[in-house]
């Protein structure tokens, strides 16, 4: 069964940097990388603390939210 996450299109970055932490170690410290397809996408997800890797499926909000965010990090103060 793939793993779904929680946040939503217009969150705080916070929240979708904790949506996205490692869910082994609880660790925030992940490199993802987005995949996209027609209609929604999935990330998959590298924890740089202990090693775990997961795949996330994405909602198309999800998916165009995390698209804005290739290049430039989450943002989290």
Known sequence: MPETTTFRGDDNPALVAAALACR?????????????DEFDGQVHCHCLDCGH???VSLTSDQTLRLSLHREAPLEVA
Do not use: D, T
Not at 24 to 36: N, P, Q
């Open 24 to 36: 082994v170690c609880l660790s925030g410290e992940v490199e993802w990388a987005l995949e996209v």
């Open 53 to 55: 890797r997961r795949v």
